[in-house]
């Protein structure tokens, strides 16, 4: 009977133990859950990432050997295919070219018109090249982590871009690290502006066409009678009514991604679709505008 | 039951430390057909298995916490959910204690399916703005067929690494068991 008393004993020891742990994992759920950002568990949170940043810093540099191995077989695996889609995009280029250096006469003289001469120089915008050391495992949540912070100037909001586009914002900030939320991450909308190709330019909020998914993003709140049509590019609009009291967020004329189709076209319910330009699946070096004001008057 | 002594706590502390790092900073920047291999559930796994339930939960628990701390993510998700995988890999071991050699790799598919759909319910319970896409589904899959394959050699480091702490280790004390000769059916003949 000793045995089995114990047996008992063991039993409820570990079910206690269960339903406590589950207790306290309620408990953290729901007060975080609950609490502003400047909470007492964000706090910890972030204390935490401050304490850990260096040393994810370093490991990703470790690490950097092993990962170069594997992105290298993964490279060769897809070069062949790869090369059969940077040929077609060569042949798709060039006619643009031919196209593009008639017009750009016309952009010479609309810029002296309007006095933008140079507008996109992101040498004003206060560029800090950073690297990735960290990403999110989970595709509910399109975050990574750059090694560069507030000691490097970044600050909350600012934009993050990498050699091929933009590719999300600064959502936290750390001393010696800041964490992004990615433009494919359900929670981020980026004011943007669609050239159909023709003279007229169509704007929106690019948000996430849904839940996992980094290469589907989906341009709202474009006019219904807008002509957009697959192969349009989407810019960052970078303009707002009233750009003293509410500033935006992205300087004009960041690439984002291009139109792939449009659902419903022409009516209230129309889905405009692009995919970004940027591979969301491979960052390794980003850059992050601390100043996307621009240059100070 | 394992007992909880100050050398096993420090190598499972470690554990978690290194496991959620490695993880962060390498194993989630290789993509691998889109996706990538996710150690949190096969490390609980491994755990579970060598530990039991009692600290496979407690473990699971660990790891999510400092997953969701170090990611900024909702505090309480991982951690809920891992705890499940580790106390369920962790009755495995104590109602079947399993021999094959393949049970990890078994366990860790198991674990993680079920730490993806317990994951994403979760989400889905706490509201999420954007709809469902089918590469949330292809990226699930794509994960588990990459954490099976690794289930295997994540558990041998794992065991390598707490067999020193492990004092009831099944299999070495099934091999210890037999090589003394006196429990082998082939002394009595």
């Known amino acids: 009977m000793r045995w089995l008393a114990v047996y008992d004993k063991t039993i409820r020891r570990r079910r206690a133990v269960l339903g406590l742990l589950v207790a306290c994992s309620l408990i953290l759920l729901t007060a975080y859950f609950g609490e502003s950002g400047g909470g007492m568990l964000h706090g910890v949170q972030r204390g935490t990432s401050e304490v850990l940043s260096p040393i994810q810093d370093g490991a990703s540099r470790v690490l950097k050997p092993a990962r170069d191995l594997f992105g290298w077989f993964g490279g060769t695996l897809s070069a062949r295919g790869d090369l059969k889609d940077a040929r077609a995009e060569r042949d798709r280029l060039r006619s643009e070219l031919l196209a593009a250096q008639g017009a750009e006469r016309e952009v010479q003289q609309l810029r002296s018109m309007v006095e933008l001469n140079g507008a996109l120089g992101l040498k004003d915008y206060g560029p800090e090249t950073g690297r990735v050391i960290a990403q999110s495992p989970t595709v509910w949540y399109a975050t990574i982590r750059v090694n560069k912070g507030a000691d490097d100037g970044v600050r909350k909001g600012n934009p993050v871009i990498n050699e091929e586009a933009l590719i999300g914002t600064v959502s936290e900030v750390f001393s010696g690290s800041s964490q992004v939320t990615l433009i494919t991450d359900t929670t981020s909308h980026v004011s943007a502006r669609a050239f159909s190709g023709r003279r007229d330019s169509v704007f929106g909020v690019v948000s996430a066409a849904s839940a996992g998914n980094p290469n589907d993003l989906v341009l709202e709140f474009a006019a219904p009678r807008a002509r957009l049509s697959a192969g349009d590019r989407v810019v960052t609009s970078g303009t707002v009514d009233d750009a003293e009291r509410l500033p935006s967020l992205f300087p004009p004329g960041l690439p984002i991604g291009e139109i792939t189709r449009i659902e419903n076209p022409g009516t209230d319910t129309q889905e405009v679709h692009l995919r970004p330009f940027a591979d969301m699946k491979r960052l390794n070096f980003v850059q992050i505008l601390t100043r996307p004001e621009g240059p100070a008057e | ?189």
């Open chain 2, 1 to 189: 039951m394992t007992a909880f002594t100050p050398a096993l706590l420090a190598r499972l502390a470690a554990l978690i430390v290194v496991g959620v790092i490695v993880q962060t900073a390498m194993v989630s920047q290789l993509p691998i057909a889109g996706a990538n291999a996710d150690l949190a559930p096969l490390l609980v796994m491994a755990v579970g298995l060598l530990c039991g339930s009692l600290a496979g939960a407690a473990f699971g628990f660990g790891v999510g916490l400092f997953v969701d701390d170090v990611l900024l993510q909702q505090l309480g998700v991982s951690s809920l959910v891992l705890l499940g995988v580790g106390y369920g890999a962790g009755r495995i071991r104590e109602a079947r204690d399993p021999e094959g050699t393949f049970v990890p790799l078994a366990v860790g598919a198991a674990a993680t399916l079920t730490f993806s759909v317990g994951f994403s319910l979760m989400q889905f319970l706490l509201g999420v703005d954007a709809p469902v896409s089918w590469a949330l589904v292809r990226d699930t899959l794509t994960t588990l067929v990459i954490n099976t394959l690794l289930a295997l050699p994540v558990y041998a480091i794992v065991r390598r690494w707490l067999l020193p702490n492990l004092p009831s280790d099944p299999r070495r004390r099934r091999r210890r068991a037999y090589t003394t000769g006196g429990l082998s059916p082939l002394s009595r003949s």
